[in-house]
């Protein structure tokens, strides 16, 4: 069973950046897809962006494609999600998760415990 280990949230004023580290154990951490997702109060959790094994690919919501840039780093075991531009509806909890995509919805059987992201206005 994977375990995932999320680090670098924060508070961060309007237009300011964060990166997002997150660190995986338990499993083969090359051979699978990662993805960063976000809940934010009184709302669902929903996708942010996600990873294939290689890093050759990369996938991101809408909401946050040319701000937002996934990556990850097979050697130590850990995924990054480098905001930039962040806008007060960026703020929610964050979560790293081992995603799979499903037609055109990605999903995760496996979270971590996810980090506080609040950006001010």
């Known amino acids: 069973q994977v375990q995932l280990v999320e680090s670098g949230g924060g508070l961060v004023q309007a237009g300011g950046s964060l990166r997002l580290s997150c660190a995986a154990s338990?499993?083969?951490?090359?051979?699978?897809?990662m993805g960063w997702f976000r809940q934010a109060p009184g709302e669902q959790r929903e996708f942010v962006a996600a990873?294939?094994?290689?890093?050759?690919?990369?996938y991101y919501a809408d909401s946050v494609k040319g701000r937002f840039t996934i990556s990850r780093d097979n050697a130590k075991n850990t995924v990054y999600l480098q905001m930039n531009s962040l806008k007060p509806e960026d703020t929610a909890v964050y979560y790293c998760?081992?995603?799979?995509?499903?037609?055109?919805?990605?999903?995760?059987?496996?979270w971590g415990q996810g980090t506080q992201v609040t950006v001010s206005s």
């Open positions: 998760a081992e995603p799979s995509l499903y037609g055109s919805r990605w999903e995760s059987d496996y």
């Open positions: 338990g499993r083969t951490f090359r051979s699978y897809a």
């Open positions: 990873i294939s094994w290689s890093g050759g690919s990369t």
